[in-house]
């Protein structure tokens, strides 16, 4: 039985993978999720960033005994499962990445960072406030801030710099959709096009945001490249 680690997205949690892992549960595969400091009611870390994650991310491998381990994650998911392997070379297998942002610059983050006002979100998009509450608690709003706020540090300096992209001997999987409105296909291909054992793959329906795409397929998609 092969086992994989799904990976949240910011502002997520653990529970928006509950379909996909009874799908790939179901298939035979051991599946393991666990929040980021500050997500899903888990409390924050002295650190919010890609580092701090991506150490996150190392600690749950050793605590559970899963070097090796397959990993998929959505959106900032993926960039920390890549960023974990240029930290720690052999410490995941195959890596597949969906709706992950790796072009960040000082006016990118400026343009995301201004949907991440939570008093702006309460007010006008109520809905959304009521669900990232349900996900997250109390503390929504620091997370909303938090966020921005490594958003920001991105856009100054990216984590993973292009020629880093070189040194990852993973087998890389960058997914896609179509109607993806914060991740370009360009920036996509780019990165795919940099990692020595990648490959791009469109998806033809869905959007950013994961509930948008078709859990079977996702399902179908995983099992078809962690064999």
């Known amino acids: 039985m ?13 529970v928006q993978f509950n379909a996909l892992q009874r799908n790939l549960s179901s ?17 924050f870390a002295k650190g919010f960033s890609i580092e701090q ?3 996150e991310l190392a600690e749950f491998i050793d605590e559970n005994k899963l070097q090796g381990v397959d990993v998929f994650g959505y959106s900032m998911g ?7 392997v240029l930290q720690n070379p052999g ?19 400026s343009k995301e960072i ?8 309460a007010a ?13 608690g109390e ?9 921005g706020r490594m958003m920001h540090a991105m856009g100054e300096k990216n984590p993973i710099e292009e020629q880093d992209f070189k040194k990852i001997t993973n087998p890389v999987c960058i997914c896609l959709s179509e109607g993806d409105k914060m991740v370009s296909e360009k920036e996509s291909k780019h990165i795919a096009s940099l990692i020595p054992h990648s490959k791009f793959i469109s998806i033809n329906h869905g959007a950013h945001i994961l509930e948008t795409i078709d859990v079977l397929f996702l399902c179908e998609l995983i099992c078809k490249e962690t064999k």
């Open 124 to 136: 006008k998009i109520p809905k959304f406030a009521h669900i990232l509450q349900e996900l997250h």
């Open 27 to 43: 298939q035979g595969k051991k599946v393991y999720t666990f929040n980021f400091s500050g997500h899903g009611k888990k409390t």
């Open 91 to 109: 410490l995941l297998n195959v890596i597949i990445c969906l709706g992950t942002k790796f072009e960040w610059n000082p006016e990118i983050a």
């Open 53 to 55: 994650f991506s150490n």
């Open 139 to 147: 503390s929504w709003r620091e997370l909303l801030q938090k966020t």
């Open 2 to 14: 092969s086992s994989i680690i799904l990976l949240h997205g910011a502002l997520g949690s653990d």
């Open 78 to 84: 993926g960039y920390v499962a890549l960023y974990t």
């Open 114 to 121: 201004k949907n991440l006002n939570p008093e702006l979100i």
